[in-house]
């Protein structure tokens, strides 16, 4: 379990796709002019009326990690596509080469420049939790999971959405999830995983493209000759 422990990071820029608005919220000064809890169900709502409406996302990220182990944080930048409803690939290219690709029941990562490669097959638990903490659960759903609160500086400023995970098996792993909303077009900025033992991701992207089509090799992985492939299946230990 250590492998995919090691990737649920990686996953998590999921949960913004799927917080992504094709088009201007037309509900925003009527939300705006809500207070306590029924602000917040007003922007869950509307945040689950863009999530229905990707079906693909293609867009630039940086990814910046802290850990107590770094001296200072660690940025990687690359490519992020996401096909509905569980196709996932990311192609980082800076500093190193890596590519990590989530389809159905496997976690893929691909080392080019070390020759390596691993793929992991998950269980049907395992395949829910990841979709939980990447939010290819409606944002509506992950509120029997999360225990959701929303920041509301005004002004300008975006939505503060705070994620805290309730369950016992995502609290071991996962402290919160934040996301930044764009008030006026419901766009995350950005998002923020904080893990359990105190080390953090951050994720910016930019250069959205929304919705358009991307074809299925996308989500292949041609290791080519000389690749050491380890396969693990984890899908027997969790059930």
């Not at 090799?217 to 396969?231: K, P």
Request: charged share 25%; proline share 5%.
């Amino acid at each position: 379990m250590h492998v995919l422990r090691r990737l649920l990071p990686l996953l998590i820029l999921i949960l913004p796709v799927f917080l992504l608005a094709a088009k201007p919220a037309p509900m925003a000064i009527s939300i705006d002019a809500l207070e306590g809890s029924a602000k917040l169900h007003a922007v869950i709502d509307r945040v689950v009326e863009s999530q229905r409406a990707v079906r693909t996302l293609q867009a630039d990220f940086v990814q910046l990690k802290q850990s107590e182990l770094l001296l200072e944080a660690v940025e990687s930048s690359g490519v992020f596509l996401f096909r509905a409803p569980n196709l996932v690939r990311w192609d980082y290219q800076q500093p190193d080469l890596m590519v990590v690709l989530f389809a159905d029941d496997t976690v893929t990562t691909y080392h080019p420049q070390q020759g390596r490669a691993e793929r992991l097959k998950v269980s049907g638990k395992q395949r829910r939790f990841v979709r939980v903490l990447a939010g290819t659960q409606p944002l509506d759903d992950l509120t029997s999971s999360f225990a959701v609160t929303l920041a509301d500086p005004g002004g300008e400023e975006p939505y503060h959405l705070t994620l805290r995970p309730v369950t016992s098996m995502l609290k071991k792993r996962l402290r919160a999830v934040e996301i930044e909303v764009d008030r006026a077009l419901f766009l995350p900025v950005a998002v923020e995983y904080k893990e359990a033992d105190g080390d953090s991701t951050r994720y910016e992207f930019n250069n959205l493209v929304i919705n358009s089509p991307i074809d299925d090799s996308q989500f292949h992985l041609d290791f080519g000759v000389g690749v050491r492939l380890q396969t693990l299946d984890a899908s027997s230990s969790l059930g």
